[in-house]
């Protein structure tokens, strides 16, 4: 089982592109979230699915979509990057009635 | 506004003495913690876990302990060894009726622990 996969690794975008931040988890986990990593902010969750269809917003959504039309796979996009979007981010996935995340391996992205 | 602190940055502990990390919290409605590790340019990984009904989780050298009235956890760790040097998350998060997330942690900002052989 590879777990929880994300690509790309590392980006760099201009300010006003576009990006779509993949995730891919290989474990039938119906929930999936992706957080951001600041300096001093520890991770905060910006979007989050319960499953195929559904998603809702998490603490810092603004920026960012999400869509979820399999169990799989849970991309994340940003439609116009800013600068205060650089930051680390990583994308989880868990079971339903289990409380642990398991986390990818996380993609940096930097905007300038 | 930070509902889960970790005040201390960073903690240096010589091999085979104890650390103790510390989290403090301040919504009442969290009724499940949990500590992740994560070295550099690895995701975070599940290390231990305690519900708001125990007051003590032992893991091996792991052992988490709440103190609810203070809005207080800690991860102690004995003995430190050097690989345990990376960055300790604490998370927070409220279950459902069901017993379930969704996947949704509050985290902490992280402490940096460094155990020197």
């Known amino acids: 089982n590879a777990g929880v996969t994300q690509t790309p690794k590392f980006q760099v975008l201009k300010t006003g592109q576009s990006m779509t931040l993949q995730c891919a988890q290989d474990?039938?986990?119906?929930?999936m979230s992706w957080y951001r990593q600041d300096p001093g902010m520890g991770l905060r969750l910006i979007h989050y699915?319960?499953?195929?269809?559904?998603?809702d917003q998490g603490e810092v959504p603004n920026g960012y979509n999400v869509s979820r039309s399999t169990t799989e796979d849970f991309p994340l996009r940003l439609l116009s990057a800013a600068p205060s979007q650089t930051s680390v981010y990583f994308c989880?996935?868990?079971?339903?009635?289990?409380?642990?995340?398991?986390f990818g391996q996380g993609t940096r992205l930097t905007v300038v | 506004d930070q509902q889960v602190k970790q005040n201390s940055p960073s903690l240096s502990v010589q091999e085979g003495r104890i650390s103790i990390l510390n989290c403090d919290y301040t919504?009442?409605?969290?009724?499940?913690f949990l500590w992740y590790k994560k070295y550099p340019a690895e995701g975070p990984t599940f290390l231990i876990s305690?519900?708001?009904?125990?007051d003590k989780n032992e893991d091996g050298r792991f052992t988490v302990f709440l103190n609810k009235s203070a809005k207080h956890l800690s991860l102690h760790i004995v003995p430190s060894q050097p690989g345990d040097s990376a960055v300790y998350f604490c998370?927070?998060?409220?279950?459902?009726?069901?017993?379930?997330?969704?996947?949704?942690?509050?985290f902490g900002q992280g402490t940096i622990l460094t155990v020197h052989p």
């Open positions: 998370a927070a998060t409220s279950l459902d009726s069901g017993g379930t997330s969704y996947g949704k942690l509050t």
């Open positions: 919504n009442s409605m969290f009724d499940y």
């Open positions: 699915s319960v499953g195929a269809g559904i998603t």
């Open positions: 305690i519900s708001s009904i125990k």
């Open positions: 474990m039938n986990h119906e929930y």
């Open positions: 989880a996935s868990s079971y339903f009635g289990r409380t642990e995340a398991f």
